[in-house]
């Protein structure tokens, strides 16, 4: 029987910690009592020498002391602030207006919008919460089926996991002890796919099921001309142009590709944009239509506040954690603008990312007390034998993985699994000669599916606690509205799992949608360090040099 216990003490381990998340026990206690448990079990057998107890303090030490993981705390912060300063009621607002009369057009805004807040964010909650608040008696008002708005609100919040500056991917970083930046960058491109993805779903919806998804009224539009036009093509005519000259202008730089390429092209595009409507409205030009006016002015902060975060890492200014400094002074300067920063809001958005902080730090603690016992019965190896041992290879591990990730994401939220199943999967994937950076993208948009489906979808909950619980009466019509049931709002996001899931095989498929994050990266010309070593006195000529090339997806 001992002996029988030493041979399995990694799965038994491994098992007996599913069993307490499943009882419901707080994952941080859970975490660290079956380290320390099993600890002492493995020393009464043998199979755990009490020195690497020694090395708790130490590991404890290190996750205090990572400049990484204080990224978390400024980016929460930021998304906070910014979802109390009314940006996201004003983009709201403004894109919904411009899609106007489009069959599905607030379905588009809320995508839209849904990306632009992920983008300025990086928090979920924050994002779903919002657009709940904001655009969902909207849809309801003009006749969306309710499945359709609930759950294009939800899946548009999620994106917050995959577009930078993520929090997810802060963490998946630390795990896979890569960088925060090429991690940033790789997810960039699926992130726009992924939203791509949704609205061309609304567009099936809009077209097969027209009622599900209507465009607006004609007495809802507001902004418009005096002669009754919307003046949409003067804001086209300034998108083109800006565009335009951002792209020549970016072509003589030494920025050619990748996602840094995009994001300065986008600024330059909105600085020129900018400066023609200030131009327009300080000289009162009238050029420009109310519509094209409204767009810009209210575009410009969330664009900006992405350069000043996502630009300057891309570009290697600033590291990730020195970006979510500055975006959260720009969300509150942003908040100032709009005269909305209060002392009372300051000490919320504080009391929350401490909270958030404070979970995620006792979780991580509590994975590293485990990880030290599981590692030190071998644990890992017999995870990474069993993983490279998969049939398939490359592929099979892949597909095992994603299930995996998958069936846990019902059970586990997207903390606990980075923290518990990522470092056990990083090795295999190594030896598998797989890009960790591309592995974490791809386990990234996998963990978006953990907010989507019960019984723990958190963009679920959060939309239900703001969604109309009983019948109410519409503030503009006046007409009594039914409420948003739970099961509505559960069906509504069953599509956009589908779609979750889609772009994983798309990840996989394409691999260059990530591996692009390689273009800017200095590579060694080995003829080039021969000459120069040749050419250094005393020295004799070495062999030639040989450089082995990252491993990448095929």
Not at 474 to 497: C, H, L, N, S
Request: hydrophobic fraction near 55%; proline fraction near 6%; charge should be neutral.
């Amino acid at each position: 029987m001992t002996q029988l216990l030493i041979h399995y003490m990694a799965p038994i381990m491994f098992g007996s910690l599913v069993v307490f998340l499943l009882l419901g026990y707080p994952v941080a206690f859970a975490l660290a009592a079956n380290g320390l448990f099993f600890g002492l079990i493995g020393i009464e057998l043998g199979l755990f020498r009490p020195d690497f107890l020694q090395a708790l303090p130490e590991r404890v030490y290190g996750v205090m002391n990572n400049d990484t993981l204080l990224a978390i705390p400024f980016f929460t912060f930021m998304g906070l602030i910014l979802e109390r300063s009314g940006m996201a009621e004003d983009l709201l607002d403004t894109i919904g207006q411009l899609f106007g009369t489009m069959k599905g057009g607030l379905a588009y805004a809320v995508v839209f919008v849904g990306a632009l807040l992920a983008a300025t964010t990086g928090v979920v909650a924050a994002s779903v919460i919002s657009m709940g608040l904001i655009a969902l008696p909207i849809m309801l008002r003009y006749g969306y089926d309710r499945r359709v708005a609930t759950g294009v609100i939800a899946a548009s919040g999620t994106l917050a996991q995959i577009i930078p500056p993520s929090l997810v991917l802060i963490v998946m970083a630390d795990q896979l002890g890569r960088s925060v930046g090429d991690m940033y960058e790789g997810a960039f491109i699926p992130g726009l796919v992924l939203s791509g993805l949704y609205a061309g779903y609304i567009f099936l919806v809009a077209n097969v099921r027209p009622g599900a998804a209507p465009g607006l009224p004609a007495e809802a539009l507001t902004y418009k001309e005096p002669d009754g036009s919307r003046g949409l093509p003067s804001l086209a005519i300034v998108v083109l142009f800006s565009a335009t000259a951002a792209y020549l202008y970016m072509r003589t730089t030494k920025v050619s590709a990748g996602a840094d390429f995009v994001v300065l092209t986008m600024t330059v595009a909105v600085a020129i944009a900018f400066s023609i409507a200030v131009i327009n409205r300080v000289a009162r030009l009238n050029l420009l239509s109310i519509m094209a006016q409204q767009v810009i002015f209210v575009m410009v902060p969330p664009l900006a506040l992405i350069f000043l975060v996502l630009g300057t890492i891309f570009i290697g200014v600033a590291t990730p954690t020195e970006g979510g400094a500055m975006g959260a002074v720009g969300a509150m300067l942003l908040a100032i603008a709009k005269g909305r920063l209060t002392l009372d809001l300051t000490r919320q958005a504080a009391q929350s990312t401490a909270k958030l902080s404070a979970f995620v730090i006792f979780i991580l603690i509590g994975a590293r007390v485990f990880s030290l016992t599981f590692y030190g019965v071998d644990g890992h190896r017999w995870v990474e034998e069993l993983l490279v041992g998969l049939p398939g290879g490359q592929m099979g591990f892949l597909i095992f993985v994603n299930v995996f990730v998958f069936v846990l994401a019902f059970f586990l939220d997207f903390f606990e699994i980075a923290f518990i199943v990522i470092p056990l999967l990083a090795p295999a994937a190594v030896r598998l000669d797989i890009d960790l950076i591309w592995f974490g993208v791809m386990l990234a948009v996998n963990m978006q599916t953990a907010f989507m489906h019960p019984p723990f979808g958190f963009a679920l909950f959060y939309l239900r606690s703001v969604a109309p619980r009983s019948a109410y009466i519409d503030r503009v019509t006046g007409k009594q509205m039914p409420p948003v049931t739970t099961g509505e709002i559960y069906w509504g996001a069953v599509p956009f799992v589908f779609i979750q899931c889609l772009m994983v095989a798309l990840v996989i498929a394409f691999p260059g949608m990530v591996m692009h994050y390689k273009a800017h990266q200095v590579k060694p010309d080995p003829a080039r360090i021969e000459e120069q070593l040749r050419s250094l006195p005393g020295l004799e000529a070495p062999p030639p040099l040989q450089f082995d090339t990252p491993p990448v997806i095929k």
